[in-house]
């Protein structure tokens, strides 16, 4: 028997006389009169009030569903309210929620992650709230271990935004933000799809060149009165810049860049952990050993938990490793410690990884006519239940659809019941990992049917 306890073959149910409706429309008008602006784009464009969530499946104020493959952007592992998990947070909450003494919450933790531990000498850990924060603490860790002080970071690559993170970001979004610690290398990504130098992988043809070029760029740039490269940051496969699997030899010829530079490895495994892509780790593709790990997002099952996983001898370093050295306010608290516990075990008694990989093949399967059926749609691909469909203008040179074109076909998802990250041309798209093959099917019929019906306003040339 499956050993998922959700409710199988989700629907959408849409109920109001328009999305959103007017309940949500009118709590919105509330909210922007206080809230800043800035939040997340598909929250704002979609404009509903969730009042509560199952599963696969959010519920508005309107009593509308809507099947969500959003899940957070890579938060959702565990799927909406599992009921375990509210379990293991009620009794937690009751016991004690705040202070970092050690507690048998975070022992057990500890316990279950080493269970879970990507190769033998990632045995340390540290916890913290955000992504950004254990990627900070990732930086100054390897800092103080390698006594160096340059970065080396990849093109679309995003590991958060505060000032740290942002000097790493290989996006624009970071202008206006500068100057950053200078010392910071970015370097092209094997996104082979909009590959930086126009060539193909296909049968190997590059050869990887934007690994040799990257070495080369890499030495020019040092000999200019650098000391020396503390450490790379990378992941396995990028989320942000629109879920980018790259070839698993790039990773392993990064792997080797960072040895020969003499640098240490951070694999930001913050979106690609706890078996998003069809694995336990995003790195176990590669099968890399990276130097330190920074994992968040899913770890927790929603509530804001990070940490990030190294070695014996590099988080002896100083004085990183002093009391107080590298903690934080929240940094292992005991109801984080909690909501990962739970987290973990129903991804481990679930067997979530193994469904993310069959599930994510079957979603896969199910989508991957599409660059053949429409006009507008370049590619799709996917590892797990980590996928992504490329819409474009143009299929010769790949140009992204514009961004008038992706709010449509937003709006046509979101009035159908689907929740979704088509507001870009790189749609990711990244579901509970507790999603069965049922409720795939209801996703990819509205999938269908929106994109054959904006078939000609799409369609380009
Ligand atoms: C790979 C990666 N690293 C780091 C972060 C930053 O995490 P947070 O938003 O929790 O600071 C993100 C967020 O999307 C991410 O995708």
């Not at 009030?49 to 104020?61: E, H, M, N, Q, R």
């Not at 009921?83 to 003494?101: D, M, R, T, W």
């Not at 900070?136 to 390897?142: F, G, M, N, Q, T």
């Not at 979603?363 to 992504?388: A, T």
Request: hydrophobic share 40%.
């Amino acid at each position: 028997m499956h050993p998922i306890s959700y409710p199988k073959n989700q629907r959408a149910n849409i109920i109001s006389k328009s999305v959103p409706g007017d309940k949500s429309i009118s709590l919105r008008k509330s909210e922007d009169k206080m809230i800043a602006p800035g939040l997340q784009g598909f929250a704002l464009m979609a404009g509903i009030v969730v009042d509560s969530a199952l599963g696969s499946t959010v519920t508005d104020v309107d009593g509308n569903t809507y099947l969500d493959i959003i899940g957070g952007i890579g938060v959702g592992g565990i799927g909406h309210s599992h009921p375990k998990y509210i379990e293991a947070l009620k009794v937690q909450l009751e016991k004690v929620a705040i202070g970092s003494f050690t507690s048998t919450a975070r022992i057990e933790l500890l316990q279950q992650l080493n269970e879970h531990r990507l190769h033998q000498n990632l045995n340390r850990i540290q916890f913290y709230s955000s992504g950004a924060e254990a990627v900070e603490s990732a930086i100054r860790l390897a800092k103080n271990y390698t006594k160096k002080w340059e970065l080396v970071s990849f093109w679309g690559g995003f590991h958060g935004k505060t000032q740290g993170a942002l000097a790493l970001m290989g996006s624009d979004f970071k202008n206006t933000y500068g100057p950053f610690s200078p010392g910071t290398h970015i370097l092209p990504y094997a996104n082979c799809y909009r590959c930086p130098f126009k060539m193909s992988y296909e049968n190997k043809k590059c050869g990887l060149y934007c690994i040799e070029w990257a070495r080369k760029q890499l030495k020019m740039e040092l000999s200019s009165g650098g000391e020396g490269v503390a450490a790379f940051i990378i992941e396995p496969m990028q989320g942000t810049a629109g879920n980018v699997i790259p070839p698993i030899e790039f990773m392993v010829e990064v792997a080797n860049l960072a040895k020969e530079f003499e640098a240490l490895l951070i694999v930001d495994e913050m979106i690609t952990g706890f078996g998003r892509t069809g694995l336990y780790w995003g790195s176990m593709h590669s099968q890399i050993k990276p130097d330190i790990i920074t994992i968040g997002k899913q770890f927790a099952g929603g509530f804001p938990l990070s940490a990030i996983i190294s070695s014996d001898e590099i988080t002896a370093a100083r004085p990183w490793s002093n009391p107080s050295g590298s903690s934080s306010s929240y940094g292992g608290n005991p109801l984080a410690m909690a909501a990962a516990n739970a987290a973990l075990k129903i991804i481990n008694e679930e067997k979530l990884v193994e469904n993310s990989n069959r599930v994510g093949k079957y979603f896969l399967d199910k989508i991957k006519d599409y660059p053949s059926r429409f006009p507008f749609i370049g590619e799709v691909r996917g590892q797990g239940l980590f996928l992504s469909i490329e819409m474009v203008s143009d299929k010769k040179n790949r140009t992204p659809l514009s961004k008038e074109k992706c709010n449509l076909i937003f709006d046509q998802f979101l009035k159908r019941g689907l929740l979704t990250m088509s507001y870009t041309g790189s749609f990711r798209i990244q579901p509970a990992m507790t999603i069965d093959t049922a409720t795939v099917d209801n996703i990819v019929a509205i999938m269908d049917e929106v994109f054959e019906s904006l078939r000609n306003e799409l369609c380009c040339q």
